[in-house]
């Protein structure tokens, strides 16, 4: 699948007086996005905001199905927030987190992630583990592999694909939110 790159400009119009790299949940607003918002917002204006959302609701749930096919999912795979970060913390808040639990993370986590550590950790007696990354924020292999070697002996063990099929709690999280941050926070 090919993108027209023409098109995408033109319909986005603040592309015309500026290079925006911004992109996590800032992005440049789409001309179809933006008619969209302002036409609720007017709806909005005319008959109230709950009748507006109830008016708007089958609408809504057309998105379901619209992004479960454009990532080759099952409706029900998807779900929808208000933005990345209450999405994240979600799903992260939705571990059963244990004592020694290890919680691995980069240094430039996003700030409201790393607080997020911070209470599960007060919380439950996981650990906080930065690993180590080169100049350019990505993570060093080599460097996660000696922290997770050192931190088996202590008693995690890592994060198993075949745990996770089966539905057994491993005792390792890798929480990585780093796309978020490194796209544009």
Known sequence: MSIDLTLVRND???????????????????????????????????IGGYEAAHEAGPRLEKVYDSVARLI????????????????WQ??????????????????????????????VAQRTGAVI????????????????GETAAVAAERRARAVDEEDLRHGRSPRARRADATAEWRSGW
């Not at 603040?14 to 917002?41: C, K, S």
């Not at 409706?75 to 929808?80: F, G, H, S, V, Y």
């Open 90 to 119: 979600m799903a992260f808040y939705a571990h059963d987190f244990a004592p020694g639990d290890r919680i691995l993370t980069a240094r430039t986590e996003y700030a409201a992630n790393y607080v997020a550590f911070l209470q």
């Open 12 to 46: 986005t119009p603040g592309v015309a007086h500026r290079i925006h790299f911004n992109n996590a949940g800032a992005a440049l607003v789409p001309r179809p996005v933006l008619d969209t918002m302002v036409d609720y917002l007017h709806r909005e204006a005319a």
């Open 72 to 87: 080759g999912a099952a409706r029900d795979e998807i779900a929808l927030t208000e933005n990345a970060t209450v999405a």
């Open 129 to 144: 583990e930065v690993v180590p990354d080169d100049e350019s924020g990505q993570i060093v292999r080599s460097h996660a």
